[in-house]
């Protein structure tokens, strides 16, 4: 039996969040940074607090050091993050992000503000504001929104 995209939710939040996350992305080219692919979020998240180890996020991101110094090396050649001397160690190299880094942080909050509004401006507020509360009850009930406020969604492979 073929899946019906107009009743299957998990199609239905699948395409939705693909949508979403292509209006951002949108957006992110439109302000100039052409080169942020959805898995580097990933990474930016855990540097938002200050510099960390590759190890560190390695163990964050739930990936082996090799596939978190390559992520790094990538972000490092595109100007978002840097590498430097840990202060107490210099055999320690610490990952933070640059301004540039930074900078993309920020467009993509204000891009997801953007989209937040412009579903508001389709949907109009009281759709909106039950899609809201049923989108969170979801994410609660599957324990995704735990995953996400403590930074522990992960990269999906190929993206």
Sequence with gaps: ?????????????????AGADEAVRQRLREAG????????GYVFQHLLAGPITVGRLADLLGMTGQGASKAVK?????????RTADPEDARVRLVALTERGSRAVQESRRARREYHEEVRNLLGDTEMDALIRNLHALAVHTQGL??????R???????
Excluded at 4 to 16: I, M, R, V, Y
Excluded at 153 to 159: H, I, K, N, Y
């Design 74 to 82: 990538e972000l490092e050649g595109l100007g978002y993050v840097t």
């Design 153 to 159: 969604l992960r990269p999906t492979a190929g993206r």
């Design 146 to 151: 735990d995953l996400l406020l403590q930074r």
């Design 33 to 40: 940074f052409t080169d942020v692919r959805r898995s580097h």
């Design 1 to 17: 039996m073929k899946p019906n995209p107009d009743s299957d939710l998990s199609l239905l939040l699948t395409a939705a969040s």
